[in-house]
């Protein structure tokens, strides 16, 4: 019969807490050790060195480059069609202009189409616009009388008008077919077609530039006629003539 006290096995309650104080003794170490592994992997990757290696390798890496150069490529090839589509826009939004511009223009002339304008006529106070007209006609033995005209009145004064007492007068008629040699009868123009006459006698043969009912045209041999509609159209003349 054998003798002395024998330990008796841990209770169940007994076993579970050491195990979990054991887990959690594991868990904590693992959490440090992450912790630090973090705190270092932090500070090379932060550090100047790192940098500096990892974009020499970046750059010396073909790969890396290439993959830049797609990138850079699409893009330059998307902003390409950007731009060929904005150029396309502006062109339409361009021609329209234009189109809209001769249309607009084309139906005030239209409204100038019975107006005349007198150069070089004195101003005189207190003077008739109405009886100046009328003893030009018969200057030029045209019978007229004030029912043949819609409106005659001085045009206001132009800041570019160096003598200011020969404002032209404007006059809205019926027929008009002669004129007195010292007195100047110019068509009332819009201030488009106006420019464009100006700047055809500047650069052209001005007596081959006239206007006919508004429209301005320039002279190039017998029956030959070509309308002037803008600037670009005299600039062709002039490089033909060159």
């Known amino acids: ?16 807490s050491k195990k979990l104080r054991q887990s959690t003794t594991t868990a904590m170490s693992a959490n440090v050790e992450s912790l630090a592994l973090t705190l270092m992997v932090k500070e090379i990757f932060s550090s100047l060195s790192f940098v500096q290696q990892m974009c020499n390798s970046l750059l010396t890496s073909d790969l890396f480059t290439n993959s830049i150069v797609i990138v850079v490529k699409e893009a330059v090839n998307k902003s390409r069609y950007q731009v060929e589509d904005l150029k396309f826009e502006l062109k339409k939004a361009n021609d329209n202009i234009l189109l809209l511009q001769g249309q607009t223009n084309d139906l005030a002339q239209y409204s100038k189409r019975k107006d005349l304008l007198l150069y070089s006529i004195p101003f005189k106070q207190n003077e008739n616009t109405y009886d100046i007209v009328l003893e030009l006609a018969a200057s030029v033995e045209l019978q007229l009388n004030k029912n043949d005209f819609y409106a005659i009145h001085r045009l206001p004064i132009s800041k570019r008008d160096k003598d ?42 001005k007596q081959q530039v006239f206007t006919l009912n508004g429209n301005v045209y320039y002279y190039m041999s017998k029956a030959n006629y070509r309308l002037l509609r803008s600037v670009p159209d005299i600039d062709g003349l002039v490089k033909l003539d060159e």
């Open 1 to 16: 019969m054998q003798s002395g006290h024998q330990r008796s096995p841990p209770s169940p309650p007994q076993t579970s």
């Open 164 to 205: 200011k007492s020969r404002q032209a007068i404007i006059i809205s008629f019926l027929r008009f077919t002669d004129r007195n040699k010292n007195v100047f009868i110019n068509e009332h123009l819009t201030p488009l077609n106006n420019h464009t006459f100006q700047y055809a006698k500047q650069n052209l043969n």
